[in-house]
Structures are given as structure tokens and as C-alpha cells.
T-cell receptor
Framework: GQNIDQPTEMTATEGAIVQINCTYQ??????LFWYQQHAGEAPTFLSYNVLDGLEEKGRFSSFLSRSKGYSYLLLKELQMKDSASYLCAVRDGWAAGNKLTFGGGTRVLVKP | EPEVTQTPSHQVTQMGQEVILRCVPISNHLYFYWYRQILGQKVEFLVS????????KSEIFDDQFSVERPDGSNFTLKIRSTKLEDSAMYFC?????????????FGPGTRLTVT
């Protein structure tokens, strides 16, 4: 079966750093994706990891440890517009058309 | 920047009625997907589609559901006889076939309300 866990909610202050953890147990693995979703809107792609290590992309970084089934998304210099849900998703196969299995999302609230 | 579009943005229908949700994927993409998100719940995979046939489908995608690419640009999801529990946001997504990321680009969604 597929199991992807992430915290339900986190609160942080504008300008601070927040780390959102994701653990997964899936029958296959070909990449972990992070998406941002504002309320009532579509998920938008943030980052992708398929090998162990850190991927940095501006204020956002994502880390993966395949042996531990663990990833995190790091958001730096938080801005009010970063208030959103952050979705961890695993692609379970090697074909380009393989589905994404999503976690429940972490709602991040940025306070002034 | 190219984007996935979906129509309508909101559809209200009565239980038992048929609905067709429409999507226009990004033009050079070859893989198409439907996901749904029941209010307050996680995004769930329904079906993937490539080369005019279904690549993969979930348990949710039963005989009431069908997908079609009727022409070179549209991708549709049909629900034959809607149930109350089909009320959800339905997202279409597409990805290109080249590269290793194959990130999926999501459309804005169609909110389906079944009464």
C-alpha cells in the first residue's frame, strides 16, 4: 500500500524558516515532489528529488533520504504569500505517466 | 507561460445525471491525468492517459467514469450517473514525455457539486 505522512498544520512568523517533514512508505519510488496549494486553487509544482540530498531553488529547498523514506521542504525568509498548503507526493514507477500519490498536505500559516 | 485549462469552473448537477468535465492540456504534453480532491481531504489519483488509451486507473475510477481525447486538444472526464459522494474538486494535469522530472502541471480545477 501507499502511505505518506506529513504534519497537518504549522505556524511561523514572517521572515523565519519553516521545515515541513514528509515520510513515505510506498510500493515503488521514482521521485518525490512538493507542490504548493493555495485554498481553492490547483497545486503548483515546487520541487523534485529522486536522488538523496538537497535541492535548492531560491527560498525553497527540498531534501530526500530514500533509505529512511523521508523528505523535507524548507521555506526560508517566509513571506505572507507563503501561507498555503504544501503537498508531498511520491511517483511510484519509472514510466512518465505514473501517478502521483499525495500526502494530506501541511497547512502553513505565516503570521506578521 | 503555457497552462492547463479546465471548464467549467463550477458544475452543479443532480444525483443520477451525467456530467462531462473538460480540460485542455499543455500543447506539447503527451500524458494526461485526472485527480480529485474532496473538500478537506487529500488529492487522489483517478486515471492517467497516454497515446489514446488509459495507462493506469485507481479503484475510484469504476465503470461510472470514462475519459476521452475527442480531438487534438481536449481531454474529458465523464461521470455517467453522479452520486452525492462524487462532489469534489476535479483537477486535470498533464506532463511532457521528455526529461526525468515529468512534473505534472495542474489545471485550476472544476468544482463538482452533486445535489
Amino acid at each position: 500500500g501507499q502511505n505518506i505522512d506529513q504534519p497537518t498544520e504549522m505556524t511561523a512568523t514572517e521572515g523565519a524558516i519553516v521545515q515541513i517533514n514528509c515520510t513515505y512508505q510506498t510500493s515503488g519510488f521514482n521521485g518525490l515532489f512538493w507542490y504548493q496549494q493555495h485554498a481553492g486553487e490547483a497545486p503548483t509544482f515546487l520541487s523534485y528529488n529522486v536522488l538523496d540530498g538537497l535541492e535548492e531553488k531560491g527560498r525553497f529547498s527540498s531534501f530526500l533520504s530514500r533509505s529512511k523514506g523521508y523528505s523535507y521542504l524548507l521555506l526560508k525568509e517566509l513571506q505572507m504569500k507563503d501561507s498555503a498548503s504544501y503537498l508531498c507526493a511520491v511517483r511510484d514507477g519509472w514510466a512518465a505517466g505514473n501517478k502521483l500519490t499525495f500526502g494530506g498536505g501541511t497547512r502553513v500559516l505565516v503570521k506578521p | 507561460e503555457p497552462e492547463v485549462t479546465q471548464t467549467p469552473s463550477h458544475q452543479v448537477t443532480q444525483m443520477g445525471q451525467e456530467v462531462i468535465l473538460r480540460c485542455v492540456p499543455i500543447s506539447n504534453h503527451l500524458y494526461f491525468y485526472w485527480y480529485r480532491q474532496i473538500l478537506g481531504q487529500k488529492v487522489e489519483f483517478l486515471v492517467s492517459f497516454y497515446n489514446n488509451e488509459i495507462s493506469e486507473k485507481s479503484e475510484i475510477f469504476d465503470d461510472q467514469f470514462s475519459v476521452e481525447r475527442p480531438d487534438g486538444s481536449n481531454f474529458t472526464l465523464k461521470i455517467r450517473s453522479t452520486k452525492l459522494e462524487d462532489s469534489a474538486m476535479y483537477f486535470c494535469a498533464s506532463s511532457e514525455a521528455l526529461g526525468d522530472r515529468y512534473e505534472q502541471y495542474f489545471g485550476p480545477g472544476t468544482r463538482l457539486t452533486v445535489t
